[in-house]
């Protein structure tokens, strides 16, 4: 069973590139930098949970599949396009995000969140 709370140590993680056209990536401040790991699931599933950090930046991304995220370390302000709702995160707190959403991420603090992902079409 993984088990992960605030401030817990995730262990290594590995560079992931903002080269996903599907995700249509755009930086929009400074040099983020993301890393992670699935855990479960991923390519070719429906489902995915896994570990994700991101460096201190800003960016615009497509998201990929429903995610219900939760922040174990930083801080972040996600908005999103549609309805430009505005979300400030920190640790232990939660966020529901739809498939397709455009969203602007801004990483106050270097951030890490473990997340949980469905796409009916699969990833």
Avoid at 7 to 33: H, M, N, Q, R
Wanted: glycine fraction near 14%.
């Amino acid at each position: 069973m993984d088990k992960y709370k605030p401030g817990d140590d995730v262990g290594v993680l590995e560079f992931w590139p903002f080269d996903a056209p599907e995700s249509d990536y755009s930086i929009v401040c400074g040099t983020p930098k993301t890393y992670g790991r699935i855990e479960v699931g991923g390519a070719g599933h429906t489902t995915r949970f896994g570990i994700w950090r991101c460096t201190k930046g800003a960016f615009d991304c497509t998201e990929q599949g429903d995610e219900l995220m939760m922040v174990l370390s930083g801080r972040c302000r996600i908005t999103q396009h549609a309805s430009g709702e505005i979300c400030d995160l920190g640790p232990g707190d939660s966020l529901f995000v739809r498939d397709g959403n455009r969203v602007t991420w801004n990483v106050h603090e270097d951030i890490t969140k473990v997340f949980f992902g469905y796409k009916a079409d699969g990833y």
